[in-house]
């Protein structure tokens, strides 16, 4: 999916909204634990619930891979299940040498027909590089995330000069675009956002870490926000274990509504010119 | 496996070499693509050829994982060939928010039981710290790699103090010890290893990058070695694609006995007193 369409799907839908599906069986109800695929089962219900109010879904691929070779099924049924105006990511926060962040790309992209992969920057330019090669399809680099482990390196500063998450950054826009490369930036240091917009004025973020992790929609959408909305905002748990009965696609529904709203009510304040 | 075991097997074989099977399905001689599983089937003649010669086995997971749900099941019939004795690496280089770590711990500690994952660092402590919870499991950490893009941000010295890769291996140990973290130290910047060992003095390392990489078995092995060895040198496409035709396994046996052969000599010389 390209830029254009994603941002054409945020203005039809009035929603800027991820919804992660991070799915995990020991949380899943227990009613569905009888059926043969459960969390292909779940996550079915999930998005017949919530795929109105949201423009993306992010599976992350922990909650799939810890189950093995059944739970990469599980995944494939869920991908081919999403429908196609949304924008699909796969968190996987890979990165590795060059020839086999290509096989990851691969994975991703061709053998799953993911839009985009959250890749780690650690290892630098050839652990990227490949997933960039790839038609209407996105690399979401970490830059500042979202958990408390974020402060042990990403903000040590470079000669003296920027800090880690910032370089990164500053860098990786060198290797790519804002058509090819979104950044992930935590909820939970809403106060980096003016900062954040001005390092990488034209990117998506991805913004994990409101809702169970405490991060803060008004203020991140304040600062963040650019004339092309810019924003992708992820709530995982905070939708998908809203409710924990037969009822539960409900309950995701009215947390998916309540956060759509919200956003509505934000984009109209924002974008009302663009 | 804890460090008495690996280093008991390092001493009875005169080997500290592991095999990376990153085994890429473009390069597996022909013959074998008409079987079921071409994959498992090429790793396990590679594993026959070579269990006598190396300490560790490192699947790389990508090339696995662009298979789908059938290459998950090519890595756990890999793992379940593997004979006990070695010392097993899922080369993922996993590393995510808490509650996602400790389920990529569980799909490769518990639902497959290897006995060591790589860890990126970039997202801190507790991205890191759910590996370490499981009793002689492993979390190797990616300190400094052995690709190009490792200049871009490893190097990054720190407040004009420490390198981003010091940083990491310094901090990291004040979360871990000896018996369950090993850092990655690439073979390709071989004048970094008699600093890297003052770092860490009694961590393994494991040590990507000779043969294909280019980098260099008498240096690193000089700088790197300690009294318990503390290097796993790690050979992929040299020793796995050594050959193409049918007789592929030799040629991979004669490549992975020529390394095992320099390493019985380094460490006659290194260990002589031990």
Redesign the interface.
Known sequence: MNRTKLFQQIQQKKSYLCVGL?S?ITRIPKHLLELDDPIFEFNKRIIDATKDLCVAYKP?I??Y??????G??SL?KTLAYIPEEHFTIA?A?????????R??A??FFE??NFDSVTV?????????QPFLEFENKWVIL?AL??????????F?????EEP?YE??MR?AQTWSNPDNMMFVCGATHPEKFKELRSIAPDSFFLV?GIGA?GGDLQKVSEFGMNDHCGLLVNSSRGIIFAGEGEDFAEHARAAALKLQQEMASILENHLVVS
Chains 1, 2 share one sequence.
Do not use: C
């Open positions: 991070d995990d992350n922990a909650f891979e810890a189950h093995g070779s059944k990469w099924e494939e968190d926060k890979r990165g590795d040498i060059g020839n086999t962040s096989l990851y691969k994975a053998k799953m780690a920057p650690y290892m630098g330019i050839d652990s990227v970490l995330t979202s958990n408390k482990g974020s402060n042990d390196f990403q040590a500063s470079q000669n003296g880690l370089k990164v860098k994990p992790q």
